[in-house]
């Protein structure tokens, strides 16, 4: 491995807890700086708004709870998100997975016309995906389960396959 950190520290053994505490948080902005420089820029591609990326990240967990509840208000912050930047693929793809999720645990529908918002997050997010691999995967379901369209759903999990087969989320 390469070296991402490197000083010098000098103190009495009295002051090891105040040089521990000045080494943790060296590393700790040393690690920073290089997770936001590799991390950061996949998870943010394309992201132009801090406050619908956080709307994003904030219904995430939410949506993980697996519960009604949960998922209705995964629904109001990604359906913001998606306000906010209606163009950012993986916001939709996420908002369209989010909304379908209702479906498939047979909860109520939030609205009249949860499939027609579900048909328009998947159709911007597939012409914004620019190969994006988790929002062809994510599209490819949503179309496969829940519009019955075979052909194209599995057009674009082959893209998605076929782009990075390493990394089906």
């Known amino acids: 491995g390469a070296t991402i950190w490197s000083e010098r520290y000098e ?5 090891v807890f105040a ?8 590393i700790v902005g040393a690690l920073e700086v290089r997770l936001a420089g590799s991390a950061r820029p996949e998870a943010l591609k394309g992201t132009r708004d801090l406050e619908a990326y ?11 709870s697996q519960r009604e509840e949960g998922n209705a208000e995964a629904v109001r912050l990604a359906s913001r998100a998606t306000e ?3 163009d950012n693929a993986v916001f939709l793809a996420f908002a369209a997975h989010v909304l379908q999720q209702r479906s498939i645990f047979t909860w109520a529908p939030l609205g009249p016309d949860d499939t027609g918002r ?5 159709e911007r997010a597939l012409a914004n995906s620019a190969g994006n691999t988790w929002v062809l995967g994510f599209c490819g379901s949503a179309l ?15 893209e998605a396959v076929r782009a990075n087969p390493n990394n089906m989320a």
Request: glycine fraction near 4%.
């Open 11 to 15: 103190g009495t053994t009295k002051d």
């Open 19 to 26: 040089v521990q505490d000045s080494i943790t948080r060296s």
């Open 54 to 64: 956080d709307l994003y990240l904030r219904a995430i967990p939410h949506y993980r």
């Open 84 to 86: 906010l930047e209606p």
């Open 118 to 122: 579900i048909a328009d997050w998947v």
């Open 144 to 158: 496969i389960q829940h519009f019955k369209d075979y052909e194209r759903g599995m057009v674009a999990i082959r």
